[in-house]
């Protein structure tokens, strides 16, 4: 996937603790964070799998763009 580098994110201070986003990463586009990192479900060769990755401020590949989960959980 083309990581755009000019494309407005969501900065990590400004996230919410278990709430679903929509995102530009390697690996999915739809993730959870968990407060240190974010969590998803990665396709690769025929298997799905959880994978993690950091968010983009921190050297990952993580650009949230929108939250998908509000209300409390």
């Known amino acids: 996937m083309y990581m755009n580098t000019r494309v ?7 996230l919410i603790n278990d709430r679903e986003y929509y995102c530009l990463s390697r690996n999915f586009e ?3 964070w968990d407060g240190s ?9 025929g298997n799905t799998f959880l994978c993690e990755d ?4 921190e050297g990952g590949t993580v650009k949230p763009l929108a939250i998908l989960s509000i209300g409390d959980k």
Do not use: N, P, V
């Not at 990192?37 to 060769?45: A, D, L, V």
């Open 8 to 14: 407005q994110y969501i900065k990590k201070d400004d």
């Open 30 to 32: 739809i993730c959870t």
């Open 37 to 45: 990192t974010f969590i998803g479900e990665r396709y690769k060769f």
């Open 54 to 57: 950091q968010h983009w401020d």
